[in-house]
């Protein structure tokens, strides 16, 4: 079964940075492309950033130039660098697998951002 589980959620202050870590597990990881949404209260799930299994990125108009994601297929585990946070990026960031071969999406449970101003 596919799982994919997020960790590094927490409270940082406006302009502060945290980094999110995706553990995947019941997929070949290098043929698995990886995604984070997030979700604040009120609003739809949006696109933060995602990667393919070869490295490839695409990133939300509201987190360019501010997070990054990266992935070691070595390790099953996908990140995403946020730096220079604001209020507005507070949100549940979740983890979404896309395997190659399942055309099926494999959510994570979440992880709490909140930031503070």
């Known amino acids: 079964q596919v799982r994919a589980v997020e960790s590094g959620g927490g409270l940082v202050q406006a302009g502060g940075s945290l980094n999110l870590s995706c553990e995947a597990s019941g997929t070949i990881f290098s043929l698995t492309s990886l995604a984070w949404h997030r979700q604040a209260p009120g609003k739809q799930r949006e696109l933060v950033a995602a990667i393919t299994g070869e490295g490839s990125t695409v990133y939300g108009d509201s987190v360019k130039g501010r997070f990054t994601i990266t992935r070691d297929n070595a390790k099953n585990t996908g990140y995403l660098q946020m730096n220079g946070l604001t209020p507005e990026d507070t949100a549940v960031y979740y983890c979404?697998?896309?395997?190659?071969?399942?055309?099926?999406?494999?959510w994570g449970q979440g992880t709490q951002v909140t930031v503070s101003s």
């Open positions: 979404k697998l896309r395997p190659t071969l399942l055309h099926t999406d494999y």
